[in-house]
Protein backbone atom coordinates (compact mmCIF):
# COMPACT_ATOMS: atom_id res chain seq x y z
CA UNK A 1 0.00 0.00 0.00
CA UNK A 2 1.39 3.89 -0.87
CA UNK A 3 2.20 6.30 1.83
CA UNK A 4 -0.82 8.37 0.22
CA UNK A 5 -3.83 8.59 2.23
CA UNK A 6 -7.61 10.05 1.10
CA UNK A 7 -9.46 11.13 4.07
CA UNK A 8 -13.15 10.94 3.70
CA UNK A 9 -15.83 12.01 6.53
CA UNK A 10 -18.40 9.83 7.65
CA UNK A 11 -21.27 12.21 6.11
CA UNK A 12 -19.42 12.27 2.90
CA UNK A 13 -19.49 8.31 2.52
CA UNK A 14 -22.73 7.82 3.66
CA UNK A 15 -24.54 10.24 1.60
CA UNK A 16 -24.23 7.69 -1.11
CA UNK A 17 -22.76 4.24 -0.30
CA UNK A 18 -23.12 2.32 -3.47
CA UNK A 19 -21.45 5.01 -5.27
CA UNK A 20 -18.68 5.31 -2.32
CA UNK A 21 -17.84 1.56 -2.06
CA UNK A 22 -17.04 1.49 -5.84
CA UNK A 23 -15.54 4.61 -5.70
CA UNK A 24 -13.09 3.75 -2.74
CA UNK A 25 -12.48 0.00 -4.41
CA UNK A 26 -11.61 2.00 -7.36
CA UNK A 27 -9.15 4.45 -5.30
CA UNK A 28 -7.56 1.27 -3.90
CA UNK A 29 -6.35 0.45 -7.48
CA UNK A 30 -4.52 2.88 -7.40
CA UNK A 31 -2.49 1.95 -4.25
CA UNK A 32 -4.10 4.85 -2.00
CA UNK A 33 -5.01 4.21 1.72
CA UNK A 34 -8.41 5.54 2.85
CA UNK A 35 -9.04 6.86 5.56
CA UNK A 36 -12.42 7.88 7.65
CA UNK A 37 -12.59 11.65 8.80
CA UNK A 38 -14.57 12.85 12.24
CA UNK A 39 -15.20 8.68 13.13
CA UNK A 40 -17.56 9.30 15.90
CA UNK A 41 -19.31 12.63 15.01
CA UNK A 42 -21.52 11.23 12.01
CA UNK A 43 -23.94 8.12 11.49
CA UNK A 44 -24.67 5.66 14.31
CA UNK A 45 -24.70 2.53 11.59
CA UNK A 46 -20.86 0.97 11.88
CA UNK A 47 -22.12 -1.92 9.28
CA UNK A 48 -20.48 0.41 6.85
CA UNK A 49 -16.65 -0.22 8.49
CA UNK A 50 -16.62 -3.68 7.48
CA UNK A 51 -18.75 -2.99 3.71
CA UNK A 52 -15.95 0.12 2.68
CA UNK A 53 -12.50 -0.49 1.78
CA UNK A 54 -10.83 1.56 4.58
CA UNK A 55 -7.77 1.54 6.37
CA UNK A 56 -7.52 3.65 9.43
CA UNK A 57 -10.08 5.46 11.56
CA UNK A 58 -9.57 9.46 12.34
CA UNK A 59 -10.95 10.15 15.56
CA UNK A 60 -12.88 13.58 15.82
CA UNK A 61 -11.23 16.24 17.84
CA UNK A 62 -14.17 16.24 19.86
CA UNK A 63 -13.38 12.75 21.94
CA UNK A 64 -10.27 14.51 22.80
CA UNK A 65 -11.71 17.73 24.23
CA UNK A 66 -13.84 15.46 26.68
CA UNK A 67 -11.13 13.31 27.56
CA UNK A 68 -11.26 15.02 31.19
CA UNK A 69 -14.82 13.01 31.49
CA UNK A 70 -13.45 9.46 30.90
CA UNK A 71 -11.87 7.51 28.32
CA UNK A 72 -14.65 5.12 27.87
CA UNK A 73 -15.21 5.98 24.35
CA UNK A 74 -11.76 6.24 23.15
CA UNK A 75 -10.76 2.95 24.01
CA UNK A 76 -14.02 1.57 22.41
CA UNK A 77 -13.39 3.22 19.26
CA UNK A 78 -10.00 1.67 19.72
CA UNK A 79 -11.15 -1.39 20.52
CA UNK A 80 -13.59 -1.21 17.18
CA UNK A 81 -10.21 -0.36 15.10
CA UNK A 82 -8.12 -2.72 16.64
CA UNK A 83 -10.83 -5.57 15.73
CA UNK A 84 -11.03 -4.61 12.35
CA UNK A 85 -7.90 -4.33 11.69
CA UNK A 86 -7.32 -0.70 10.81
CA UNK A 87 -4.79 2.37 12.50
CA UNK A 88 -6.10 4.54 14.42
CA UNK A 89 -5.65 8.33 14.18
CA UNK A 90 -6.53 11.27 16.80
CA UNK A 91 -7.02 14.45 15.97
CA UNK A 92 -7.47 18.28 18.15
CA UNK A 93 -3.90 17.55 20.38
CA UNK A 94 -3.15 20.61 21.41
CA UNK A 95 -1.28 19.88 24.77
CA UNK A 96 2.00 16.73 25.60
CA UNK A 97 -0.60 15.85 28.67
CA UNK A 98 -3.28 14.68 25.78
CA UNK A 99 -0.40 13.07 23.61
CA UNK A 100 0.88 11.12 26.36
CA UNK A 101 -3.00 9.85 27.17
CA UNK A 102 -2.78 9.10 23.37
CA UNK A 103 0.13 6.74 23.68
CA UNK A 104 -0.72 5.08 26.85
CA UNK A 105 -4.11 3.76 25.38
CA UNK A 106 -2.21 2.42 22.57
CA UNK A 107 -3.51 4.40 19.37
CA UNK A 108 -1.21 5.07 16.36
CA UNK A 109 -1.30 8.25 15.25
CA UNK A 110 -1.80 11.74 16.51
CA UNK A 111 -2.61 14.90 14.75
CA UNK A 112 -2.35 18.37 16.06
CA UNK A 113 -0.99 22.17 17.34
CA UNK A 114 0.30 19.62 19.55
CA UNK A 115 2.85 18.76 16.46
CA UNK A 116 2.23 21.66 14.24
CA UNK A 117 -0.43 24.73 13.51
CA UNK A 118 -1.84 24.80 10.39
CA UNK A 119 0.70 26.05 7.35
CA UNK A 120 0.45 28.18 4.26
CA UNK A 121 1.37 25.65 1.46
CA UNK A 122 4.95 27.48 0.95
CA UNK A 123 5.52 26.48 4.03
CA UNK A 124 4.96 22.60 4.05
CA UNK A 125 7.54 21.35 2.66
CA UNK A 126 10.43 22.63 5.07
CA UNK A 127 7.92 22.06 7.92
CA UNK A 128 8.05 18.42 6.31
CA UNK A 129 11.79 18.23 6.46
CA UNK A 130 11.96 19.42 10.22
CA UNK A 131 9.37 17.88 11.32
CA UNK A 132 6.06 15.63 10.51
CA UNK A 133 2.97 17.15 11.16
CA UNK A 134 1.01 13.70 11.82
CA UNK A 135 3.53 11.45 14.17
CA UNK A 136 3.86 8.34 15.03
CA UNK A 137 2.93 7.61 18.27
CA UNK A 138 3.75 4.18 19.38
CA UNK A 139 6.61 2.14 17.72
Same mark, same amino acid.
Given at each position: @? #?SLA?? &??? /?A? @?????V =??? @?L?????LN? %??? &???F??G !?SS?? !???????? $?? %? +?D?? *???SM?EGHE &??R? &?? =??A?????? /???? #???T $?G? =?? %??T???FD???? *??? =??P????? +??????SY %?N??????
Open positions: @M #GLE &ITE /TL @MENRD =AEQ @MRDLRTL %KIH &IDDGT !YLS !YLSRFPID $AL %K +VSS *FVQR &ILT &IL =ALRNLGLE /TIVE #GLE $AQ =AE %KIELGYGQG *FYF =APLEPDE +VVNHLN %KEKKLSS
